[in-house]
């Protein structure tokens, strides 16, 4: 059936089945992260070499399954770390146990408080040895501190120190901990020991479709390597290590500010998730960050963690629209509002090339009638019969893309938005106008779905086209009822996004469509006096 399609209407099936192919396709079979070990492989390939002593000698010693056993040990609370933003516990092994987030917008699904580490598998700053009687001495010794609480103020930090008397070795954790959430963390020994700190295992607040949630790594030249959860093998050792990262949808546990020298680990646990560690040293310092991927917070503790918030494949594209769009907030102070004046200037930007569509598309429907005669004339002779009618578009200055190109340029917008409102927990909570109060989630009545739908059924109805084949037609005619049961299920601010900008579409439709009556018209005009004239 496709062969009886005109060019332009071939491209348009193809970008709407893409369309209705990537939603489908990544709900059910969300993108694979690359395989571990090729990324290792990639990642240290410029790198000093790591010996394969050193390789094969913590997965022998320590495998992952026992480190998850002595994570799940229930402990007793050591410290409690309060903040107006999160409170942080820390418990007799020296781990972060407990962080909760106090603001209500990061509630879970239940109405409980957020709880950003996890119950299962490793937790932060836990410690592993090489030496597993180290290890079995050190799951039975707690740590002592020398505070068991803190209050920090606005701008505060407070320093809590940590001590492990083990059999001829002492351990002593130095944590500073800041309002925003992120600490310093000085470990030192009082003897040489082979040790790894856990980052510990990604929150799991929130729990949506198409969102990717494990572990990345972000080293050398900006290069980004995320391991999925339930699709890691093997194991991954990396140099040069930017920040470490244990993610889900919204919220992060990051470790960074380590030497280009410490190896960061990455392997899998037993449910092919990923678990990720640092080899520590006698006096080991590093930084670290428990909580939302806020942009801007994560800018004001150190720009390099803004990389941990990742929109997947439209990363390029997404993260300079998602900037805008904060600069647009800090004009209106909302978040719908900055949509849709973000939806204007991209329609401003797009608008000599839609301008330039629209007319090739008009004059397109004015040349059809012909093109038809042509086709009719040379259907024994296809070769013939596509020469001729681009001949004819030709001298008509019809471009038969033309009016596919604007949609084209769109879709990368359209996934790039559709990125970063389901990764940006800036936008989580945000309200728009009455209905809507929360732009991060689906409509609750469907209303800006079926608007959606309406406007772009109207859009197509005014829109010209060339169908020669009723069942062309009719499947054109179903796809805004189908694009609008896909919309029911996607933020309230991507549907925003397409309404808005089919409103523009339409008015900018409806110009260029009165513009060529009004020419028409006049053609007719001059055409009768020209034959009046011949009269006299």
Not at 289 to 294: Q, S
Request: charged share 20%; hydrophobic share 40%.
């Amino acid at each position: 059936m496709l062969d009886k399609f005109t060019p332009n209407q071939r491209l348009l099936v193809a970008v709407a089945l893409s369309f209705l192919f990537f939603i489908g396709y990544t709900t059910l079979f969300p993108p694979k992260a690359p395989n571990a070990e090729a990324n290792a492989t990639q990642a240290v390939a410029s790198k000093t070499p790591v010996e394969q002593k050193n390789v094969s000698t913590e997965p022998q010693d320590a495998p992952v399954e026992s480190v998850s056993n002595i994570q799940s040990t229930t402990t007793d609370t050591l410290t409690t770390v309060s903040a107006q933003e999160y409170t942080l516990k820390i418990d007799t092994l020296g781990r972060i146990s407990s962080a909760v987030l106090r603001d209500k917008k990061h509630n879970g699904k239940d109405g409980k408080l957020a709880e950003l580490v996890s119950t299962d598998g490793a937790k932060p700053l836990f410690i592993r040895f090489g030496d597993e009687a180290l290890n079995v001495a050190a799951a039975k010794t707690p740590y002592s501190t020398d505070i068991n609480n803190v209050a920090l103020g606005e701008n505060g930090k407070a320093v809590v120190t940590l001590t492990q008397n083990l059999p001829e070795l002492t351990i002593t954790k130095s944590l500073t901990f800041y309002a925003d959430g992120h600490y310093d963390a000085k470990i030192s020994l009082s003897n040489e020991k082979r040790y790894f700190v856990y980052l510990g295992q990604h929150p799991q607040v929130v729990e949506e479709m198409m969102t990717v949630k494990g572990g990345m790594i972000y080293a050398g030249d900006n290069l980004t390597t995320i391991f999925k959860d339930k699709d890691v093998e093997g194991r991954s050792i990396f140099t040069d290590v930017h920040f470490a990262s244990s993610f889900d949808q919204y919220y992060a546990s990051i470790m960074y500010g380590f030497s280009k020298e410490t190896q960061v680990y990455v392997e899998r646990d037993i449910n092919n998730n990923p678990v990720t560690y640092l080899e520590g040293g006698n006096n080991f310092t590093f930084n670290g960050y428990i909580g939302p991927k806020e942009y801007k917070t994560l800018e004001s503790i150190n720009p390099v963690l803004t990389h941990s918030i990742e929109y997947g494949w439209f990363t390029f594209v997404a993260a300079p629209i998602f900037k805008v769009l904060m600069w647009l907030n800090g004009i209106f102070g909302n978040w719908g509002w900055s949509i849709i004046a973000l939806t204007i200037i991209i329609r401003i930007f797009l608008y000599p090339l839609t301008y330039k569509g629209m007319v090739s598309m008009q004059k397109i429907k004015e040349i059809a009638p012909r093109i038809k005669e042509v086709q009719e004339k040379y259907k024994g002779d296809p070769q013939r019969m596509n020469a001729a009618v681009m001949e004819m578009y030709k001298k008509h200055g019809a471009n038969p893309l033309g009016g596919c190109l604007p949609l084209v340029l769109q879709i990368p917008v359209f996934f790039a938005i559709y990125r970063v409102l389901l990764n940006a927990v800036d936008l989580q909570g945000a309200p728009w106008i009455l209905w809507v109060n929360d732009l991060s989630r689906m409509d609750p009545y469907y209303i800006l779905p079926i608007l959606m739908g309406a406007t772009m059924y109207y859009q197509q109805k005014i829109t010209p086209s060339n169908f020669t084949d009723p069942l062309q037609e009719k499947i054109f005619k179903f796809l805004p009822v189908i694009f609008t049961f896909f919309f029911f299920t996607f933020p309230a601010g991507l549907v925003l996004y397409w309404f808005v900008n089919n409103i523009f579409s339409i008015a900018q439709q409806y110009l260029v469509n009165k513009q060529f009556e009004a020419a028409r018209a006049a053609r007719h005009e001059t055409h009768l006096a020209e034959k009046h004239h011949e009269k006299d």
